[in-house]
């Protein structure tokens, strides 16, 4: 059976590749798994047969025969888990790469998109311009941790892992931001992610997506 | 072998349960796993021994023979993978309790860790009490949201599960702050999960340190 999962009708994000069905898309790529796209309005998001499937209202969802699932972490970890090349076979080194996955999403992420929701929702307050120094500098210290950990190394922990996909793909919400760069070793971890031909299409697949909006609408 | 974990030699939140080592005594004290703990001081936290193991220099860890781990939802995943009980058997069962870990620490502990946050880091700013109603509808929504999804059930998807010690951790971490109120599921739900004698054996063990800490202090 052909999972279906949702991404935006319209991304905000203009076909960047940003929203959270990027992850999922190239997952879906690097382990050669056809799948479905139900695209979904801001709109029908809150309504009741979407929120049936993800009750926070967001997407990408995961659809198989009596399965769904919310969350682009858990969705990817499930694609890795039920195709070989995306987690370590080695027992150790796959607990690790879940610990990468999930310091992806709960460590690395939550200070770039509070900065992007200032960004959206506080621009024009008074204090927008005082705080962003501070939302920059937690960024700032995280990306210099992780920098320290990945080091010379091309990947997180040894073989190109799930924990990449989610990785590559937090970091580039940082894109146009300016933090990235004064590690440059970031900005080569990323370039290597999306030097896969997997990532590739699966950008190409959500660009797709935008581009048709853009002409239809 | 015995696993070890990292926990605050003397804990911000004075023994109230709310550091991120609770989830994994908890996990443990449910599968009747024994383990040690490795109490570190904040200056410890940001020494090249700690980050060895924890690159971004939090707690707690996870180290058991060459297996080093961090991030509290993946070593509650490792210890619910290890042992019967804290995951569903039925594949589609577990994965959608993996959803919900996902869920606990990617969607509903951000806007509470940044209300936290902001109250430790910006209350003196002339913003803060400007900020604050926005900081909580932020939480508000989730909680009405979760407390939809979860209705009258006992836990969040059938049996008792890894996903239930994450996601009541995340929510006890609003104690005190009359934002659980307006659900009274949600209350309801926190206290099923403190009722259990695993979890309130791990609460004791977690005070402890910090009832040592104080006499030594």
Redesign the interface.
């Known amino acids: 059976m052909t999972p279906t999962i949702t991404a935006f009708e319209s991304s905000p994000d203009r076909g960047r590749g940003l929203a959270r069905d990027m992850r999922v898309r190239w997952a879906f790529e690097e382990v050669g798994q056809r799948y479905d796209v139900r695209l979904v309005s801001f709109a029908q998001m809150k309504q009741p047969a979407h ?1 049936a499937v993800h ?4 997407i990408p969802t995961y659809e198989e025969g ?6 682009s ?3 990817v ?2 694609i890795a ?1 039920r195709h070989p090349g995306l987690l370590p076979e080695d027992p ?1 080194a796959r ?2 790469a ?2 990468w ?3 992806a ?3 690395v ?2 200070p770039i ?2 900065r992007s929701m200032a960004g959206v ?2 621009r024009d ?3 927008y311009e ?2 962003l120094p ?1 939302l920059d500098e937690r960024i700032r210290a ?1 990306l210099g ?2 920098s ?2 990945l080091g010379d190394s091309d990947w997180l922990d040894g073989a190109f892992s799930a924990a990449d996909i989610m990785m590559v793909t937090v970091l580039r919400r940082l894109d146009g931001s300016g933090l990235l760069e004064a590690h440059p070793s970031l900005p080569a971890y990323i370039a290597r992610g999306e030097a896969r031909p997997a990532y590739q299409r699966a950008f190409a697949d959500q660009l797709a997506v935008f581009a048709r909006a853009q002409a239809a609408g």
């Open positions: 929120l009750p926070f209202g967001q009596g399965l769904a699932l919310f969350e972490g858990a969705i970890l499930h888990e150790d607990s690790r879940i610990g996955m999930f310091a999403v709960n460590t992420e939550p998109v509070e929702l506080e307050e008074p204090w005082a705080r501070m995280r941790q992780l320290d950990r």
